[in-house]
């Protein structure tokens, strides 16, 4: 990732802030250029709760090259609380203790680094309340 692409970023992945709709007052995560719902093109930040549910998940068992030092490990569709989903990892738990339904914490970890001198990405991982 290009450093000004990392800064673009930081509001969804530091402060976990979407938009809403000023128009209808859908709520979007990650923010979009156009509302699906109305059409609108004008938004302001929003503020999303950082407690949710476990809709679906699934555990990698076969990962990408920068991630196979963490396998098994699960992924799920967690919802928030203003009906926002989002895909993350879950961790601080065994993956057999995971189910539906199960209500989540997201907390800031490391996600990834570029290099010992590079760059070091944060984001979002879910953990059980």
Known sequence: MSIP??????PRRYRLEGEKCKSCGKIFFPPRLIC???HSTEFEPFQLK???HVLTYTIIRVAPSQFLDQVPYPVAIVELNPGVRICT???DCNNDDI???MPVKLEFRKLSSDGDAGIVYYGYK????
């Open 5 to 10: 692409s990392y800064w673009r970023e930081i």
């Open 126 to 129: 879910a953990v059980p309340k």
């Open 89 to 91: 990892q879950i961790t």
């Open 99 to 101: 189910h539906i339904g």
């Open 50 to 52: 950082n407690e949710g």
């Open 36 to 38: 699906d719902s109305c």
